[in-house]
């Protein structure tokens, strides 16, 4: 349950990220120069899918590194506790001071149906958090995470896990954005009944295969109605320039296996322009 639910924390992230720089297909990248002894590798993941196989170029990149570095330490002992304490808003509040009573019961129907309890019981839970209960039931297949599988070869390979920001720190941006623009995209979701968002998915699933990571940071600028649109500094530009230097510090102790989700890598401010910009050589390992 704890990986779980940091699964659809990212995801949440992910999802309501992403901006544009053309860039090779790949979601494999070799990080090298400034000084670095050994070569690193950053790996474009996606949080939620149907298939998480690890390609071979992927597990030669593990089996040349020595430590694998996600979003966050996804085996520290605390995380969950961390994690359920900022799931709920502050100060009392609670969607139903946030809403009208017609659309209360909108979205009450939905948590009903696809959470299966009723709103009044969650109410309390900020908007993203109850939109991310229900990712699982946006695709048509068994649940899947890189993440897993990447923790999975750190206890193969007896290799550390570590996290490029702390759970506070991604519970800070649920915070730093306003309830009432959350509330905006969960009423979306609840009006047509999730439709739109399994479309984002099938659609982000399509475009990852494809290893298309342009096209996963298009995704969002599609989408003009969002109203996590005007808050892609907080979701994605200050996390990414947050990471560089963390980036830097990891791969000059030890080579480095990154495993970050696939639509912080492309765009002006994505972490491969911006690993270019303070002087790392990143190309594609394109098989």
């Known amino acids: 349950m704890k990986r779980t639910l940091s699964i659809l924390v990212l995801t ?3 999802i309501l990220s992403i ?16 000084d670095l002894e050994n070569a690193s590798y950053l790996f474009g993941t996606i949080h939620i899918t149907c298939d998480a196989t690890l390609e071979a170029d992927v597990q030669k990149a593990l089996d040349e590194t020595s430590q694998i570095v996600l979003e966050i330490d996804m085996d520290d002992p605390s995380m969950q506790t961390k994690m359920m304490g900022g799931m709920y808003m502050k100060d009392g509040k609670k969607i139903s001071d946030l809403v009208s009573e017609e659309e209360f019961a909108i979205i009450d129907a939905l948590i009903t149906k696809e959470v299966g309890m009723p709103l009044k019981m969650v109410e309390t839970i900020k908007p993203f958090f109850l939109i991310a209960m229900m990712y699982p039931k946006m695709i048509d297949c068994p649940m899947q995470s890189f993440e897993e599988e990447l923790m999975k070869v750190a206890k193969e390979q007896e290799e550390e896990i570590n996290g490029l920001e702390t759970i506070e720190d ?4 649920f915070e730093d954005i306003p309830y ?19 479309e984002t998915f099938a659609k982000m699933l399509k475009v990852y295969k494809e290893e298309n990571i342009d096209a996963m940071v298009d995704m969002m ?22 990471w560089i ?4 510090d990891y791969a000059k102790d030890q080579p480095t296996f990154f495993g970050v989700g696939a639509g912080h890598l492309a765009g002006e401010t994505g972490v491969i322009n911006l690993l270019r910009e303070a002087g790392y050589k990143v190309t594609p390992v394109l098989e």
Request: with cysteine.
């Open 12 to 14: 949440c992230l992910s």
């Open 19 to 34: 901006n544009a720089q053309k860039l090779e297909n790949s979601i494999l990248w070799k990080i090298e120069g400034n």
């Open 170 to 173: 991604q519970m800070q941006v």
């Open 180 to 198: 009432e623009d959350q509330v905006a995209d969960l009423l979306k979701t609840a009006k047509d009944n999730l439709t739109n968002d399994k």
């Open 221 to 242: 600028d599609d989408d003009e109605d969002s109203s996590i649109a005007k808050h892609q500094d907080i979701m994605l530009e200050n996390r990414n320039k947050n």
């Open 245 to 248: 230097s963390k980036i830097g």
